[in-house]
């Protein structure tokens, strides 16, 4: 059973970084897109950035130059590197993973496995 395990976040001061981590274990065929999300309270979920099995990066614009999204296959794992933190990127944060390389940041509809989320906290 493929199952997504998360690990960093914490809380940090305006203009602070902080590096996300997302293992994946169990899996017999490698996801085509994995991607993060965030959720803050009384907001819906939006996706951040996401990872195409091509390579391909996606953003969404109020992280672009910010965020970065790799990964290393050697050890199964996504990142996601966060730099000049602000309030506003504060959430709790996901990472999600599909098997098609349609990898859309507009929904999580069709992402199969999720972690479990870790918090990031931004304060001013």
């Known amino acids: 059973q493929v199952q997504l395990v998360q690990s960093g976040g914490g809380s940090v001061q305006a203009g602070g970084s902080l590096r996300l981590s997302c293992a994946v274990f169990?899996?017999?065929?490698?996801?085509?897109?994995m991607g993060w999300f965030r959720q803050a309270p009384g907001k819906e979920r939006e996706g951040v950035a996401a990872?195409?099995?091509?390579?391909?990066?996606k953003y969404v614009d109020s992280v672009k130059g910010r965020f970065t999204i790799s990964q290393d296959n050697a050890k199964n794992t996504l990142y996601l590197q966060m730099n000049s933190l602000k309030p506003e990127d504060s959430a709790m944060y996901y990472c999600?993973?599909?098997?098609?390389?349609?990898?859309?940041?507009?929904?999580?509809?069709?992402?199969?496995?999720w972690g479990q989320g870790t918090q990031v906290t931004v304060s001013s």
């Open positions: 169990g899996y017999t065929y490698s996801p085509d897109c």
């Open positions: 990872l195409v099995s091509d390579g391909t990066t």
């Open positions: 999600a993973a599909r098997f098609t390389r349609n990898c859309p940041l507009s929904t999580d509809y069709g992402y199969d496995l």
